[in-house]
């Protein structure tokens, strides 16, 4: 009888042979093999206790609160696998199911919680979370697996924060997705939560750790999927084949794919991301924009609790909507109850600017790339995130809403007016060769100007209080910019601003009148 040496070399010299050939040209298209937390996955699972039946499996599963599933994004095999787990546990109907996936940034919950309710269709699902563009895989058994968690499962959630492209990031994204899995079990007390996440955050340093220092009393589950050294090691069992094995009390793998299969998948990938040929992605500029913007200002864009920081701001980036999106974004403002004349005006000020942000939506539009204007708009955007994006959450739009007696109010001009100096504040930080503002000549700023500007504003059309407020919140901004490059002015001052809350009444004023009292002392 064959020794389990024998039948390892048997049942795997042509595949390793095939195997060769294919992992040396992913790794001249793909370096990211050699950094260390891929080291130290890949050195974490060598050997196993025992095999597991088909039974043995399911009772695992049925004893665990959270199930970490490792994926191989490029095998859709994997992705179906989750499903399928998915699927028999909500069946056993003693328990409800939840899904949180690393596919989807969890920017993006809002776009998936339409979806969810039917709202929009899996066409524009896949759009607006960027699915080809920020991810890339195949997107039909990913979509399968929405699809058996909105059937069977009572939540579907997203979990990773950018950048995902940077691997000295990838610590905060574990602990970013541990802190969103803890809040998952808030809504949801009595849920089995199953994770499909990438195999490499699977380690038990990485993801798994992280979690259990969140969740201390959660029974977490690590279920990885086609691990090479367990493969090849199963090959050498006695049985034709090996469906999954015990790695260790907290962690089992299963078989559903060969490794030469695994690689051969990303391969083709590879093959088809190097032939793709689309139009310019405004994205990654925009959140580049507001990323810089936000290290100058020291904000913590992974911060997970509120305070001098926002709350995970990382979950706050915009939608960024490019040419061919005017029919979704029409969709997306109606829904919000833009009216067609105020969709036409936006679509007119990004005609002439390039690009608008629109806070009702948290989304920008781009026609065209001019860097002031987008500079402009990505500091706009982060002083709504750095308020909890208030138009957003309250369905509320600026002073251009329909009911403009209601917008023409003091608070509101205040509010404008604060929301234009740090705009163009910003501005002027990431593209200090914006031309110099007009007001930078006038007569020196006074509280008593501002308060009778206001008044005047306040008595006029929508157009005029919307104009004056720009006027003065420019002027402001760019005394604000020149008593930064005098040394007068601390990040530290300017991040207050920025996360200066202006919903409650009076309040607005109050920090208008005291920017207004520190540029004076200044000068």
Not at 196 to 213: D, I, N, T, Y
Not at 342 to 358: C, D, K, P
Request: charged fraction near 25%; glycine fraction near 6%.
């Amino acid at each position: 009888m064959a020794s389990a040496v024998n039948l390892r070399f048997r049942r795997s010299a042509a595949q390793l042979q095939a195997l060769a050939g294919v992992e040396r040209e992913i790794r001249a298209q793909d370096s990211h093999s050699r950094r260390k937390y891929l080291r130290e996955f890949n050195r974490a699972f060598r050997s196993y206790d025992s095999v597991l039946d088909a039974q043995e499996v399911q009772n695992t599963l049925h004893a665990a609160d959270v199930i970490l599933i490792g994926d191989y994004h490029a095998l859709a095999v994997a992705q179906r696998c989750a499903a399928s787990l998915l699927e028999q546990r909500a069946l056993a109907g003693d328990r409800p199911v939840v899904l949180g996936v690393e596919t989807i940034f969890a920017r993006d919950q809002h776009i998936l919680e339409e979806w969810w309710r039917r709202e929009i269709d899996e066409g524009e699902l896949r759009q607006r979370i960027r699915f080809d563009l920020d991810w890339g895989y195949d997107w039909t058994p990913f979509y399968e697996l929405l699809v058996a968690a909105r059937d069977h499962g009572e939540g579907l959630y997203g979990l990773d924060c950018m950048p995902r492209e940077n691997l000295r990031k990838i610590g905060a994204r574990d602990r970013h997705a541990a802190a969103k899995i803890a809040e998952i079990r808030e809504l949801h007390p009595n849920a089995v939560i199953f994770v499909l996440f990438g195999e490499s955050h699977l380690a038990p340093g990485h993801l798994p750790r992280v979690l259990q220092k969140q969740m201390p009393a959660a029974r977490i589950l690590t279920v990885l999927q086609n691990i090479d050294a367990l493969y090849w090691r199963a090959a050498g069992e006695r049985a034709d084949k090996v469906d999954a094995v015990r790695v260790n009390d907290g962690v089992l793998c299963v078989f559903n794919a060969t490794p030469l299969e695994k690689y051969e998948s990303y391969r083709l990938c590879l093959d088809q991301w190097s032939r793709c040929d689309s139009g310019p992605d405004f994205a990654p500029t925009i959140y580049n924009l507001i990323d810089s913007l936000a290290s100058f200002l020291e904000i913590n864009r992974y911060s997970p609790h509120n305070g001098t920081q926002p709350k995970f701001l990382i979950d706050m980036l915009p939608e960024v909507h490019g040419n061919a999106s005017d029919a979704m974004l029409r969709r997306l403002l109606s829904r919000k109850g833009i009216s067609e004349q105020q969709f036409e005006t936006m679509l007119a000020s990004v005609e002439e600017r390039g690009s608008a942000y629109l806070p009702e939506v948290n989304a920008f539009h781009i026609r065209e790339f001019q860097m002031m204007h987008a500079a402009e708009d990505a500091a706009r955007f982060l002083h709504h995130a750095c308020r909890g994006l208030p138009q957003l959450l309250n369905g509320r739009g600026n002073a251009m809403q329909e009911d403009e007696s209601r917008a023409l109010t003091p608070d509101a001009f205040y509010t404008r007016v604060i929301e234009h100096a740090v705009a163009y504040f910003g501005s002027r930080v990431l593209y200090p060769s914006r031309p110099r503002h007009d007001a930078d000549e006038a007569p020196a700023l006074s509280r008593a100007a501002v308060e009778k500007a206001a008044l005047g504003a306040i008595r006029a059309d929508a157009q005029k209080f919307e104009s004056s407020a720009q006027g003065w919140g420019y002027r402001m901004g760019s005394l604000i910019y020149n008593a930064y490059l005098a040394g007068k002015v601390k990040q530290s001052g300017l991040r207050r601003l920025f996360l200066a809350h202006l919903d409650e009444p009076g309040l607005a004023r109050k920090v208008c009148t005291a920017v207004i009292a520190r540029i004076r002392s200044a000068s």
